[in-house]
């Protein structure tokens, strides 16, 4: 009995060791897609073809010919096919050029966030990113619900099944999430071959369903006059039309959800041999294929379908209960084509449905890790693949829950997601093309901006319960960001040491005595400070003159930063005085830094002298984890403590 319990123990803990490295193993392909400043020498040619890619992408934006005449229809009535010529005018003329110009300029995958991160420094950059994530969240999480929601629903409506899942949709549609985050957790080549089969199925029943009905609209040469003398009947001249068109395109947008995931899945794009990190030539241009091919094919789509439909089905069938609502095509394919093959087009949009939330995931997983752990916003295993898979499905899973499932709930969240990201998008491309100069590209990014912003306004005035769903994902991601940041302020935060030539002079000249550094804040950096500072000190530590003393200085940047390489050159002051100058995001984690280096580096434990700060702690506080000064002291000192538990190697702390 007694030899059994270490055994089983350890068994145990096999267990639990197969498990963690099985559920961080993606943290290792995260940080070769971000390395780090220890990462060694990486392929960045190494990825997947861009069509495959396009496939992945392609499960959300192709899967919205299951609803999207049928949107139009009801939108629009008989003007659906000239709506739809807007839509892709302006996807064609307006999406497409500004995402080609975002895949250029931020080709690691973050989209128009990582343009406009630029613009802005301090605390108001990271705000202002945590503010679009949280709209890139609602895109991307509603994707998934909406789309799985989606599904379920054609599955109940299905003639063969909807007796025996009536009212089981809640149900249906948490089983379809829970699959889809299981695939992911698989693996990601698992996610990206069921995409490229589900496409290829897909696109092909659409294709037999598009010819079909043109057939059948020809093939009755009284159809397509008694639609022209209806419409004209109804809307006069054709400026009218346009501008009713126009009216109506915000609630025609929903399906340009596609471009922000085919950029943010960019890092799994191939590229060149030759290609590099800071230049992914192959990649961007993958990309760009991958942009202009999927709008082109969903643009033919989107227009034979809306006017197919239109010209087809009775009007009152695209009402809400009636049998082409919200499966316009489906009802053609039951109708033109008989019911086996409607049960396989039934079949295969259910499936596509039902993945489409699979580009959301990969974008969320490919965008999410690469601003929350670099703001300290986040713990280190976000950077991994498998614990996220499962932090957003359980918020998958919320959602659905809160909104019961219903796809009309989500849809304003969801198209308000979509438009603020495009028309942040447009904003940050116009930007670009200014600073560059390019005086036509500016002008018709800017007349492109203008455009999606009247797009989003308008969607907002109709469905403001998308800002106010958005604004619930900005302030838990804010939340949770915040709380993340405090429990990680301690932590040492340093990536790298770098010691010039002359600060590692002073370090190994005084490796033989006792290392002893003075922290001083920099003032007027005069004869005076520094001999006053170095009496006081050994004052108040009673330091015989004889020791030998460096002065420690640190400029802090950015603060806002979370982590940073500490850079430490060495310079001497007014003939006399050693001074190590560090450059960081915060005093206190430098100083910490440099100090367990140092040991590491001499194999001695270093001493540093403090004097108290007057003030308020929690005041003080504020002002370290916001600006990384404050009370450097005792800061210093638990940084020290959780970076080095054993307390004979821990860097000695005085303060006087």
């Known amino acids: 009995m007694a030899a059994s319990a270490p055994a089983g123990s350890a068994s145990g803990a096999g267990v639990r060791h197969r498990v963690r490295a099985w559920m961080l193993e993606g943290l290792t392909d995260m940080a070769k897609r971000h390395p780090g400043p220890h990462a060694g020498p990486q392929s960045a040619h190494q990825g997947q073809r861009w069509w495959r890619v396009m496939c992945l992408t392609g499960v ?22 000239v709506a739809t010529v807007v839509l892709v005018i302006v996807t064609l003329a307006g999406a497409l050029p500004v995402y080609r110009r975002v895949a250029k300029e931020s080709p690691h995958g973050q989209g128009s966030i990582a343009m406009l991160e630029r613009l802005l420094s301090f605390w108001k950059g990271k705000l202002f990113v945590l503010t679009l994530l949280g709209f890139a969240a609602t895109d991307f999480l509603i994707t998934i619900t ?29 089983v379809l999430v829970a699959l889809l985050g299981a695939v992911f957790l698989k693996g990601f080549l698992e996610a990206i071959g069921v995409a490229v089969a589900l496409v290829g199925l897909y696109l092909a029943l659409n294709v037999v369903v598009a010819v079909v009905g043109l057939w059948h609209v020809f093939a009755a040469p009284h159809v397509v006059p008694d639609w022209t003398q209806a419409l004209t009947t109804e809307h006069g001249n054709a400026l009218a039309m346009i501008g009713v068109a126009l009216l109506v395109f915000p609630k025609l947008a929903l399906g340009l959800s596609g471009f922000e995931t085919g950029v943010a899945v960019m890092p799994h794009i191939e590229g060149d041999a030759g290609d590099t ?65 409607g049960t396989v087009y039934d079949v295969s949009t259910i499936a596509i449905l039902w993945f489409a939330g699979a580009s959301a995931m990969a974008g969320l997983l490919n965008l999410m890790p690469q601003y929350l752990p670099r703001y300290g916003m986040a713990p280190h295993w976000a950077r991994a693949v498998r614990p996220m898979v499962l932090v957003f499905t359980a918020v998958a899973f919320l959602v659905t829950w809160i909104f019961d499932a219903d796809v009309d709930a989500q849809g304003g969240a969801y198209a308000t997601g979509v438009l603020v990201l495009i028309s942040s998008a447009a904003i940050a491309v116009t930007i670009a093309a200014h600073r560059a100069r390019q005086r036509g590209w500016t002008i018709g990014f800017a007349v492109i901006a203008v455009v999606f912003l009247y797009t989003t306004v308008a969607n907002v005035i109709e469905r403001p319960d998308g800002v106010k769903i958005g604004a619930c994902f ?63 000190i050994r004052t108040d530590n009673d330091l015989p003159v004889s020791e030998d003393i460096i002065f420690v200085e640190v400029t802090v940047l950015d603060p806002s930063e979370f982590e940073s390489e500490l850079r430490v050159h060495g310079e001497v002051l007014h003939g006399r005085y050693r001074v190590l100058c560090l450059e960081s995001t915060t005093i206190s984690n430098a100083l910490a830094a440099l100090l367990l280096h140092v040991r590491d580096m001499t194999d001695q434990r270093p001493h540093i002298y403090f004097e108290w700060t007057e003030g308020n702690p929690f005041a003080q506080f504020l002002r370290f984890f916001l600006f990384g000064q404050g009370e450097v002291a005792p800061v210093t000192r638990e940084v020290l403590r959780e970076a080095e538990p054993d307390r004979e190697r821990r860097p000695r702390v005085h303060v006087g």
């Open 60 to 81: 959300d934006y192709f899967s919205t010919l299951g609803y999207q005449p049928g949107i139009a229809a009801l939108a629009a009535g008989l003007l659906s096919p």
């Open 277 to 341: 990190e800071e230049r992914p030539t192959g990649r961007i241009r993958g990309a760009k294929k991958l942009l202009t091919t999927a709008a082109v094919i969903m643009s033919v789509f989107l227009i034979v379908t809306s006017f197919v439909t239109t010209v087809l089905i009775p009007a009152a069938a695209f009402k809400p209960g009636g049998a082409a609502n919200g499966r316009a095509l489906a009802y053609l394919a039951h109708e033109y084509l008989g019911s086996a093959f």
């Open 474 to 536: 900005i302030a838990g991601i804010i939340l949770i960001s915040f709380l993340s940041r405090l429990a990680r302020a301690f932590e040492l935060r340093v990536t790298s040491v770098a010691l010039d030539d002359m600060s590692e002079r002073f370090i190994r000249d005084v490796a033989h005595r006792k290392i002893r550094f003075i922290a001083n804040e920099p003032d007027t950096r005069d004869v005076a400070e520094y001999r006053d500072k170095l009496q006081q």
């Open 146 to 174: 909406l789309s799985a929601a989606d599904a379920a629903t054609h599955l109940v409506e299905n003639p063969h099944v909807s007796s025996a899942l009536h009212g089981r949709q809640m149900l249906i549609t948490l």
